[in-house]
């Protein structure tokens, strides 16, 4: 398995509309239902070496929507959903502010990859994002990893359009996490 100061690449996955289903400031645990290729997608992603860190903008608590207690009840809901479904994350991050607060972490900039690449010896170069929305492949431009990859469930169809007006590009375009996480291999074994 290598020695411990082995730095591993990690895939960072989007929460809502990526490996859950999205609802609009989704705040109450039983609102969450992962997608029926969800645990799939991450165990095909650890067997091929990627740690799995999941990066949420959550503004709705800087909007008084939910609290931090009400986040921390249903990303305990996700995480157990997955390992009810045999799969395991290796650290969650969020973000809890509004783009008026001016923070370092809401996605597409990387504060959240950054944090996480210290604490999981990630070696970000070598790594991925995948989310449905725009900030989420921006994020893996922004961080430095390989690029991101762009998924069509959630709002991804709609903001698909978007693309076209970016001067960043995705690395692909999928219909959902199983295709990401099927690109993401291929790719990384020609790197
Ligand atoms: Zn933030």
């Known amino acids: 398995m290598g020695n411990r100061n082995t730095k591993r690449p990690a895939v960072f996955l989007d929460r809502d509309g990526t490996v859950i ?6 705040s109450k645990p039983e609102q969450v ?5 969800a645990a ?12 799995i860190i999941v990066v949420t903008n959550q503004s709705g608590i800087a909007r008084g929507m939910f609290t931090i207690k009400d986040l921390d009840k249903v990303n305990k809901k996700f ?3 997955l390992k009810e479904s045999g799969a ?3 650290g969650l991050y969020y973000c809890p502010h509004a ?5 370092s972490c809401r996605k597409p900039l990387a504060g959240m990859v950054f944090r996480a690449a210290k604490e999981h010896n990630i070696d970000i170069a070598k790594s991925y994002t995948v989310g449905d929305s725009i900030r989420d492949y921006l994020l893996g431009f922004n961080a430095g990893t390989q690029g991101g990859v762009m998924t069509l469930t959630g709002h991804g169809k709609k903001q698909q359009k978007e693309i076209a007006s970016q001067k960043v590009k995705p690395l692909a375009v999928l219909k959902n996490l199983k295709q990401a996480a099927n690109f993401i291999v291929k790719n990384a074994k020609k790197n």
């Not at 239902?33 to 290729?37: A, F, G, I, P, T």
């Not at 799939?40 to 740690?51: M, Q």
């Open 21 to 26: 289903f999205d609802k609009n400031y989704l």
């Open 40 to 51: 799939e997608s991450i165990n095909k992603l650890r067997k091929a070496g990627f740690k």
């Open 33 to 37: 239902k992962l997608y029926s290729c």
């Open 88 to 90: 395991k994350i290796d």
């Open 79 to 81: 995480v157990s959903l």
């Open 99 to 103: 783009d008026k607060d001016k923070c």
